[in-house]
């Protein structure tokens, strides 16, 4: 962040005639993971969470973000310049509408927030203004240039599915829906439907671009053309046209009268209007991709079996390696990051992280989405509890897996085991589910909570995301939150199961693996059930749980799940890593 980044700002918008503006954490794909030259949050506020939003206007201005990283926010955030807000709590359009002049112009970026989004402030009844250039690009001196990394094949042996198999499902839901084409903005769906991946953002192998795929399967890419190299080129086909990302509003405007479909909560707000200045008809509906990419094939199935044992073999070297050193307080939350990136580095396939690593040791575990940094970084202690989130991206699949630690080498509080239980508990609810299909996420997430709601505890965030093959670690449309959107849960998507529970300024607790969603064995069932696979292969730390809290069910599953990790990951490691497993993976007993 730069001192003079916000009265620079103020300075552009009066030049546009402008009373206020918004600034959301997001590029023109609307994704998580951006570029560095599409990092305006963190250039005018110095708030690098992944989720956020700034808004402001001649006087005054504020931020916003989740709960899951409100803490970040007020670390990184200057309050003599910034209102710190919770997002869902205290709505950007509505503190809009109480601050904003009465008639206000507020300029958005209709590359940067979606109809939907818009639509909130609309609703809110200001007056919103679409701007031809960001204002902080006018200011923005020394903005990095946009990505150019080149996009590669995806090979069907992890595919499964060949881009004319996927277009062609693609291509007979618009003719079924009297479309005549759709926008893909999601450079996930771009990567799925065409079978590529690129290098454009941090921890998710996109090659950012965009699609206009037809009802006869022909697709249009828009794309920088050094992205995509002659064997690139080759591998599309020639059912796939390629042009430069300049020529994409010109393509809109010839799709004059044709009926075109756009995701009005994914797509920027953008096409929608460019669209309907050139005469087309808008077909609000959800990106085509979603669904079919969220059902993993039996090829990216079992590819994500596979990865997730490779990874299970690092993440035990690590926590193996972890017992020797945590109790020593010779480790800082950096070098432990380190050292389980080293193990996964030796792992076959590895491609790198699918996202920044989250070590967290005592009060910084209750950060939920904390970063350490060279300043932030401490020592992880003795006798204090200790949190790493991590995850992989290999080409057949993704992973994301998190474990709580007690350092030792003395006994953990009764209280905080009691905490950990409960969040096992938890944990165990969602992984035995069994649940008729049709049923979203929404209606899961109570499952999670509830050992924590009976002694009125609870966590700011979902129990669970959806994760892409080798794609982004957070993918839609499915997950487990309260919030969640109505869409049904189906054989075949992968969802994390991450219950927790912070205790600010204290310790963070967070339990997760990845399930796999498949068809449930119920004979007697007169309609299609389903139930989870469990993916992830790593003990718990059976210090921090208390047995006698259990159930002899949890206990069961606790135990028939470290005797499987024990049994499958055992034989790949080493005779001092093999003898911690084998103790880490012992038996509980409520006795």
Not at 41 to 63: E, H, I
Not at 472 to 477: F, K, L, M, T, Y
Not at 557 to 584: I, K, M, S
């Amino acid at each position: 962040m730069s001192v003079s980044a916000l009265p620079a700002l103020r300075q552009e918008l009066v030049r546009q005639g402008l009373d206020g503006f918004i600034v959301p954490r997001a590029d023109e794909h609307l994704g998580e993971y951006v570029p560095a030259a599409a990092e305006r949050l963190a250039w005018l506020t110095g708030f690098t969470g992944s989720a956020g939003l700034a808004v402001v206007l001649a006087s005054a201005a504020a931020v916003f973000t989740d709960g899951r990283y409100v803490l970040q926010l007020a670390e990184q955030t200057d309050p003599a310049l910034w209102q710190r807000l919770h997002l869902t709590e205290q709505p950007p359009p509505a503190w809009l509408a109480a601050h904003a002049p009465k008639g206000g112009r507020i300029g958005y970026d209709p590359l940067l927030i979606s109809q939907e989004g818009l639509g909130r402030y609309t609703d809110a009844g200001l007056t919103m203004v679409a701007v031809e250039r960001n204002p902080i690009d006018a200011v923005w001196a020394d903005r990095p240039a946009a990505p150019i990394a080149p996009a590669v094949p995806h090979p069907l042996a992890y595919a499964g599915r060949t881009s004319e198999e996927k277009r062609g499902d693609v291509a007979k839901l618009l003719r079924e829906a009297k479309q005549d084409a759709a926008v893909l903005t999601d450079p996930a769906s771009i990567a799925w439907l065409l079978n590529i991946r690129g290098g454009d953002v941090p921890f998710t192998p996109f090659a950012l671009g965009f699609a206009l795929v037809h009802a006869d399967g022909a697709t249009d890419v828009f794309m920088h053309p050094a992205k995509l190299p002659p064997a690139t080129r080759a591998w599309l086909g020639n059912a796939v046209s390629v042009a430069d990302r300049a020529t994409l509003a010109p393509a809109l405007a010839k799709l004059v009268g044709k009926t075109v479909r756009v995701d009005a909560a994914g797509s920027p707000v953008w096409f929608a209007q460019q669209l309907e200045k050139a005469g087309a008809v808008v077909a609000s509906a959800s990106d085509p991709c979603l669904l079919p990419k969220a059902r993993k094939n039996p090829t990216e199935q079992q590819g994500a079996r596979q990865a997730h044992l490779r990874d299970a073999v690092a993440v035990c070297r690590f926590l193996h390696w972890l017992s020797v050193e945590a109790p020593s307080g010779r480790q800082t939350e950096i070098s432990a990051a380190a050292a389980l990136l080293g193990f996964r580095h030796e792992a076959e396939g590895f491609r790198g992280e699918s996202f920044p690593a989250i070590s967290g040791a005592g009060e910084h575990g209750a950060i939920i989405h904390y970063r350490v940094t060279p300043e932030s970084n401490r020592p992880i202690r003795p006798n204090e509890v200790y949190l790493i989130d991590s995850g992989a991206q290999y080409p057949d699949g993704t992973t994301d897996i998190t474990r709580t630690v007690w350092t030792g080498p003395g006994d953990a509080p009764d209280e905080l085991r009691d905490r950990v239980t409960r969040v096992m508990q938890g944990h165990i609810a969602i992984a035995t589910a069994v649940f008729p299909k049709g049923v979203g996420g929404a209606h899961l997430d109570a499952f999670a909570r509830r050992a924590l709601w009976q002694v009125g505890l609870d966590y700011d965030h979902g129990t669970g995301h959806g994760v892409g093959s080798y794609l982004s670690v957070h993918e839609g449309p499915v997950s487990l939150s309260r919030l969640a959107r109505p869409v049904a849960i189906d054989a075949g998507m992968i969802l994390s199961n991450e219950p927790g529970f912070y205790l600010p300024e204290q310790y963070g607790i967070r339990l997760e693996n990845l399930l796999l969603v498949q068809p449930a064995d119920l004979p007697a069932a007169g309609k299609p059930f389903l139930a989870f696979e469990t993916l992830t292969l790593a003990p718990f730390d059976r210090r921090l749980l208390h047995p006698a809290l259990m159930t002899e069910q949890e206990l069961d599953w606790v135990n028939a799940y470290h005797a499987r990790v024990l049994r499958t990951v055992g034989p790949a490691l080493g005779e001092a890593e093999r003898t911690w497993l084998t103790a880490a993976c012992a038996p509980l007993s409520s006795g």
